[in-house]
């Protein structure tokens, strides 16, 4: 690796220490039954139509409106996203934590920050040619309080916003941050491995996708930074092409 990227890397490590969310609990994703994952489609479906005439202003007002799924009950805001609206680079997290949900913005918290430095590391920022969004855009919680994963069904129900996001946006290179964000995203089994997906660029409606580590997970296991530089640098190179 050149010097030059080796010091983009070091950039990357300036992020402090955070607590990863619980993803232990597979218990609550499996107990969303085929029935609440069907209904939560076809709702899903009829969203998207309703959605496909919005412009920003209006999408983003719905987003903080919507009331589609129980998510909506303990959010202080929903956070539909953040950045240039026209960006030729979008990154997709999972859904807001405690920090994002009081402030209405994704990644603000500590694995925001190294977010941040990831973006400097690629000589971006946030805001400036970069979208940032999630998978969900309320923070899902476990009954004692802590951040989970999204369950399928809050999945199901938000994924239209996302969608016509990405059909404003209109990117030109897609990296998704974390194996939960990733297999919503491209509509893969959830027991799909991160490692599977890494490495090789994947395709959403035409538009290369790269699947890194989530900022947070890197966090806890900075050893795995120089791995999630080598998707940047994939990223990059497929942006460069188009
Ligand atoms: N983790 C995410 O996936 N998204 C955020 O906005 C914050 C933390």
């Known amino acids: 690796m050149n010097p030059e990227k080796l010091v983009r890397l070091e950039r990357m490590g300036l992020g402090p220490v955070w607590q990863l969310r619980s993803h232990a609990d597979e218990s609550v994703a499996m107990a969303v039954t085929d029935a609440t994952a069907h209904v939560a489609t076809e709702f899903a479906t009829e969203l998207s139509t309703d959605l496909a005439a919005l412009d920003w202003d209006d999408l983003e007002a719905t987003i903080r409106d919507c009331a589609r799924c129980g998510l909506c009950r303990g959010r202080t805001h929903a956070v539909p996203g953040v950045g240039d609206r026209k960006a030729s680079w979008l990154f997709v997290g999972e859904g807001p934590g405690r920090s994002e949900d009081l402030e209405g913005e994704p990644f603000v918290g500590p694995a925001g920050k190294l977010l941040d430095n990831m973006l400097k590391a690629m000589q971006l920022a946030?805001?400036?040619?970069?979208?940032?969004?999630?998978?969900?855009?309320?923070?899902?919680?476990?009954?004692?309080?802590?951040?989970?994963?999204?369950?399928?069904?809050?999945?199901?129900?938000c994924r239209p916003f996302l969608e016509r996001q990405i059909d404003l946006i209109k990117p030109t290179v897609i990296v998704v941050l974390g194996k939960t964000a990733a297999t919503s995203l491209l509509g893969l089994n959830e027991e799909t491995s991160l490692a599977s997906l890494r490495g090789e660029p994947h395709s959403y409606q035409g538009i290369p996708v790269v699947v890194t580590y989530h900022p947070a997970y890197l966090l806890l296991k900075p050893e795995d930074k120089a791995k999630s530089w080598r998707d940047l640098c994939l990223a990059q190179s497929l942006h460069d092409e188009r």
């Not at 855009?137 to 399928?152: W, Y």
């Open 126 to 157: 946030r805001g400036v040619d970069t979208y940032i969004a999630n998978i969900v855009k309320c923070r899902p919680v476990d009954a004692d309080g802590s951040d989970r994963p999204p369950v399928q069904n809050e999945v199901a129900a």
